[in-house]
């Protein structure tokens, strides 16, 4: 059972703006750690996203933004396009844990 | 650039050791940057870590985890591995390596670049 919580599935049409929450608590998001995304299309291994709450790596198109507030974290998506079809995860660090933990995951559909 | 490629038996039966062994080629294994990392990924659901090695050999694993999980590194041939005791058919899963970076602290890194991932069943 991972402790970041994500909706399970959101779609929009292309073109549309979208987002995605990652909900924690205080041992992880909450207590000041920070949060990155990953993008896992069907079949592949998943790729780093977004890094440090909001950056891009190289290549990552400028229309995937991040941020991070109190004990939330979300990814937005502006312009959604057919390849954005996904899953997407949040990672953080839980203290109470003691792990490394990501989120329970949301499947992008683009209508 | 830098890539990961994980290896080893894709069947395991009940109670036997699952090991697996990641390959990276484009960088260096031994460097105090970073940690090399397990992940897995049971069909169908999300992600799991399960544990991360340092070049000079430190280990951190997940709680959940500790007591049957052994990773290793052997610098000589760019490679760590990972073994896992005493699997059950929860264990079946996608595996995958990836190298793990600091970032404001090591608790802030994030898991850049990752392998393709290995799929383990175990059964009989």
């Known amino acids: 059972q991972s402790v970041l919580t994500q909706p399970p599935s959101v779609s929009g049409a292309p073109g549309q703006r979208v987002t995605i929450s990652c909900t924690g608590s205080s041992s992880n998001i909450g207590a000041g750690y920070d949060v990155h995304w990953y993008q896992q299309l069907p079949g592949t291994a998943p790729r780093l996203l977004i890094y440090a709450n909001n950056n891009r790596p190289s290549g990552v198109p400028d229309r995937f933004s991040g941020s991070k507030s109190g004990t939330s974290a979300s990814l937005a998506f502006t312009g959604l396009q057919a390849e954005d079809e996904a899953d997407y995860y949040c990672?953080?660090?839980?203290?109470?844990?003691?792990?490394?933990?990501f989120g329970t995951g949301t499947k992008v559909t683009v209508l | 650039q830098l890539q990961l490629q994980e290896s080893g038996p894709g069947l395991v039966k009940p109670s036997e050791t699952l090991s697996l062994t990641c390959t990276v080629s484009g960088g260096s294994i031994s460097t105090s940057s970073y940690y090399w990392a397990w992940i897995r990924q049971p069909p169908g659901k999300g992600l799991e870590w399960i544990g991360s090695?340092?070049?000079?050999?430190?280990?951190y694993y997940n709680p959940s985890l500790k007591s049957r999980v052994t990773t290793s590194l052997d610098t000589s041939k760019s490679q760590f591995s990972l073994k896992l005791n005493f699997v059950t058919a929860a264990d079946t899963a996608v595996y995958y390596c990836?190298?793990?970076?600091?970032?404001?602290?090591?608790?802030?890194?994030?898991?850049?670049?990752w392998g393709q991932g290995t799929l383990v069943i175990v059964s009989s």
């Open positions: 990672q953080s660090y839980d203290s109470s844990l003691n792990a490394y933990v």
């Open positions: 990836a190298r793990y970076g600091a970032g404001r602290s090591w608790y802030d890194g994030w898991f850049d670049p």
């Open positions: 090695i340092y070049y000079s050999g430190s280990t």
